[in-house]
């Protein structure tokens, strides 16, 4: 998966590394996780999953939504370009992103994995920054400003690239 940086900063002094097994997908629409399943297993791929703890332990769930799905190479190896391209080409016009994992060792498991969301970027707010002023910014990058995102974030402009666009 050459496209994608082998390492991120998450936050400062928090590396994390690309863990080249595992992916989410994104769809357009709500999909049916068994639909999904189907689909992917024909690709050498399953869905990340933990184990139900014992009772009174805590348990961490992978965050599967009916649009997003984090996936993983059944046989442990590296998804390599070659795979990435057959997934793209199967998955086709169903999907809005496909996006990798990353792991930071400060956590363990599943709580150490993250998808940065690829068809997002978040812009400081300068000091005086306005609405209209990050409008025209994200029209020059052929961005949209999120608005009722961007409105909550104090510190950011929440901005993403249209629909339609290939995100991965």
Same mark, same amino acid.
């Given at each position: 998966?050459?496209?994608?940086?082998?390492?991120?900063?998450?936050?400062?002094?928090?590396?994390?590394?690309? &863990?080249?097994?595992?992916?989410?997908?994104?769809? %357009?629409?709500?999909? !049916?996780?068994? +639909?999904?399943?189907?689909? @992917?297993?024909?690709?050498?791929?399953?869905?990340?999953?933990?184990?139900?703890?014992?009772?009174?332990?805590?348990?961490?769930?992978?965050?599967?939504?009916?649009?997003?799905?984090?996936?993983?190479?059944?046989?442990?190896?590296?998804? &390599?370009?070659?795979?990435?391209?057959?997934?793209? %080409?199967?998955?086709? !016009?169903?999907? +809005?992103?496909?996006?990798? @994992?990353?792991?930071?060792?400060?956590?363990?498991?599943?709580?150490?994995?993250?998808?940065?969301?690829?068809?997002?970027?978040?812009?400081?707010?300068?000091?005086?920054?306005?609405?209209?002023?990050?409008?025209?910014?994200?029209?020059?990058?052929?961005?949209?400003?999120?608005?009722?995102?961007?409105?909550?974030?104090?510190?950011?402009?929440?901005?993403?690239?249209?629909?339609?666009?290939?995100?991965?």
């Amino acid at each position: 998966m050459h496209k994608f940086p082998k390492s991120l900063t998450a936050s400062p002094g928090v590396e994390s590394e690309l &863990d080249p097994s595992m992916i989410v997908v994104c769809f %357009k629409k709500p999909m !049916d996780p068994k +639909e999904v399943e189907s689909i @992917v297993k024909a690709l050498n791929l399953s869905f990340m999953t933990t184990e139900k703890p014992r009772e009174n332990e805590r348990w961490t769930q992978v965050n599967h939504t009916n649009t997003r799905f984090w996936l993983k190479r059944e046989d442990g190896k590296p998804i &390599d370009d070659a795979h990435f391209a057959e997934i793209e %080409k199967t998955l086709g !016009d169903q999907v +809005e992103w496909i996006g990798p @994992v990353y792991e930071t060792y400060s956590k363990t498991g599943v709580e150490s994995c993250f998808c940065p969301v690829p068809n997002v970027a978040l812009i400081p707010k300068n000091k005086g920054a306005t609405l209209a002023s990050a409008n025209k910014i994200a029209s020059q990058y052929g961005l949209n400003v999120a608005e009722n995102r961007s409105k909550y974030l104090s510190s950011f402009f929440y901005m993403q690239v249209p629909k339609g666009s290939k995100t991965s």
